[in-house]
């Protein structure tokens, strides 16, 4: 008998017939012996229905009081899917109770809209395995130290459910979603791109932050750190299939390293579009000018990601590094108005029209070339590189948007990862 944690994303959860299904395919595990917590996401389409309602009422506000009842809100969502499966689990002759996040409690701190899960209480839920129910867990949301309901961040029951997994000491946590798995790159952009039947977690968190949007970044660093086995698998398949192989489908994330590093040197290709470049040109080059130019912005919160800088010709230089799409227009601007004049630079010029493209596989950290079969690649291509950027276990370059594609499609065929037919 092993403890197991199911998470369903919003389109599992996303009619009666879907949670229905799901209630029969979390009857099946319950009753092949596992004590089962389960934690799906609102009904899809309902995350953004509530706070549509919110933005009709009054466009978004930069005020606590009002991300506060963002979070009294979008919570609902979740608490409904979880009464909703409760009820189908119920109908099934099942045992089950539902619990929103904070009757556990999951307690989080008190940032809005963007909550940190800080220690969960698992008395409650083990008093309910241990009477033999099953319990489900809303998605994507706690409780702050004051008694405010709070919520994660969009998909955050990804993470919700990983920290359950954890608090628990649960002996896998299965993510349940649209996709069967992991894959070497988009099907969508790559059409041989191919699951992986494992990924480590090291090569996941990369792939998850760079763009590939099968799991909310957070869950993965809760699992690196905490060690929770975690697997993502499909909710389409006939809830009544085996479960021995259900168990093994999807891709698992491993914390192990064995036979894989001498398989593929790279396993995956990410990318990302939702990135812009910002160019500060002429500035004095003297100690200092990074610190001058980033700091400002990291006062600002904003995020950045690829930097380079120029080497110097006539005592000036050029810096620029990539931040969000969704900051550019801050980060412009404060450049603009306040740090150029400040350091003397002449312009500070933007581009949205880039895309980040990386490689990435913990093999890399025992081969060497890899980086220049990329560069190579994509030159063959005519792809102009504007910017680089490496780690141990992955490199990633910035390309103008519209190569993106051919980018990851050479790059793909030239790290062997097409499928074979
Ligand atoms: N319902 C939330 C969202 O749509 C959380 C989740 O689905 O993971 O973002
Ligand atoms: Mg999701």
């Known amino acids: 008998m092993a403890l197991i944690v199911h998470k369903y994303g919003g389109t599992s959860m996303g009619s009666p017939e879907r949670i229905r299904n799901v209630a029969k395919r979390v009857a099946k595990w319950a009753r092949a012996g596992h004590q089962m917590v389960v934690v799906p996401s609102a009904m899809s389409g309902e995350t953004n229905r509530l706070l549509g309602l919110a933005s009709e009422l009054a466009p ?14 979008a919570s609902t969502g979740e608490q409904a899917s979880s009464a909703l499966l409760a009820i189908a689990l119920q109908s099934e002759g099942m045992d089950a109770i539902s619990y929103a996040g904070w009757q556990v409690p999951v307690r989080t701190d008190s940032s809005y809209t963007k909550a940190r899960i800080e220690s969960i209480d698992d008395v409650r839920v083990r008093g309910d395995l241990d009477a033999g129910r099953v319990v489900i867990i809303t998605g994507f949301q706690g409780i702050d130290p004051q008694g405010n309901v709070t919520t994660l961040g969009r998909g955050g029951s990804d993470t ?29 952009v790559v059409p041989a791109a191919k699951r ?10 990369e792939m998850a932050s760079l763009g590939s949007k099968v799991l909310q970044i957070r869950s993965v660093e809760f699992a690196g750190k905490y060690k929770v086995p975690m697997r993502v698998l499909s909710s389409f398949t006939p809830w009544d299939i085996d479960l021995d192989e259900e168990a093994k489908s999807g891709t698992l994330i491993t914390f192990e390293e064995d036979e894989k590093m001498e398989k593929a040197v790279v396993s995956g290709i990410a990318f990302n579009r939702g990135e812009a470049k910002i160019s500060v040109l002429g500035v004095p080059d003297t100690p200092g000018i990074a610190a001058g130019i980033l700091g400002p912005v990291a006062d600002a919160n904003i995020e950045v990601d690829v930097i380079i800088q120029n080497i110097s010709k006539d005592g000036k230089t050029d810096f620029s590094f990539t931040v969000n799409q969704g900051d550019y227009q801050r980060a412009l601007e404060l450049l603009r108005d306040k740090v150029a004049p400040a350091l003397g630079a002449s312009e500070v010029v933007g581009n949205q029209n880039i895309a980040k493209v990386s490689i990435v596989g913990i093999g890399m950290r025992s081969h060497v070339g890899v980086a220049s079969t990329m560069f190579r690649t994509l030159s063959q291509e005519g792809v102009n590189i504007q910017m680089i950027s490496t780690s141990e276990i992955k490199t990633s370059v910035v ?6 594609e051919l980018a990851v499609r050479s ?9 074979s037919e």
């Open 60 to 73: 978004s506000q930069a005020k606590s009081s009002y991300y506060r009842e963002l979070d009294m809100l």
């Open 160 to 188: 919700s459910a990983v920290a359950i997994a954890a608090a628990l000491k649960a002996n896998e946590c299965l993510i349940y979603t649209d996709v069967d798995g992991v894959y070497t790159t988009d099907p969508r």
């Open 196 to 205: 992986l039947g494992t990924v480590s977690f090291e090569e996941m968190l």
């Open 399 to 404: 390309i103008d948007e519209k190569y993106l």
């Open 411 to 419: 790059l793909h065929t030239a790290f062997g990862l097409d499928k």
